[in-house]
Nanobody
Framework: QVQLVESGGGSVQAGGSLRLTCVASGITTRLYQMAWFRQVPGKEREGVANIYIRGGITYYSDSVKGRFTISQPGNKNMMFLQMNALEPEDAAMYYC???????????????????WGKGTLVTISS
């Protein structure tokens, strides 16, 4: 089992930046991919970015490409989402997710993920 805990959410003005952190614990050696998703009330959860742990290949949704960066430090039990040039539309609950399954390349759908954090809230003031 893997546990995921997000942190770093908060309130920021439009145009500002935030960095989200996800820490994985438990049996993490078999993890294949980690990802960030977000959800606003009344809408489906959407993929934001994902990273393949071996190799570091990344994918982004079109809405955040060029503004957000997903990364892992040397410690592969952690993952970051650097969010720059934040827009009001970026306000959401952000979730960390992970999977041990090998998946097709590309932005990971929600159904690919096996483990989820409880989320961290990002609010944007204009």
């Amino acid at each position: 089992q893997v546990q995921l805990v997000e942190s770093g959410g908060g309130s920021v003005q439009a145009g500002g930046s935030l960095r989200l952190t996800c820490v994985a614990s438990g049996i993490t050696t078999r993890l294949y991919q980690m990802a960030w998703f977000r959800q606003v009330p009344g809408k489906e959860r959407e993929g934001v970015a994902n990273i393949y742990i071996r190799g570091g290949i990344t994918y982004y949704s079109d809405s955040v490409k060029g503004r957000f960066t997903i990364s892992q430090p040397g410690n592969k039990n952690m993952m970051f989402l650097q969010m720059n040039a934040l827009e009001p539309e970026d306000a959401a609950m952000y979730y960390c997710a992970a999977t041990e399954r090998r998946q097709d390349a590309g932005l990971a759908p929600e159904s690919d993920m096996e483990y989820w954090g409880k989320g961290t809230l990002v609010t944007i003031s204009s």
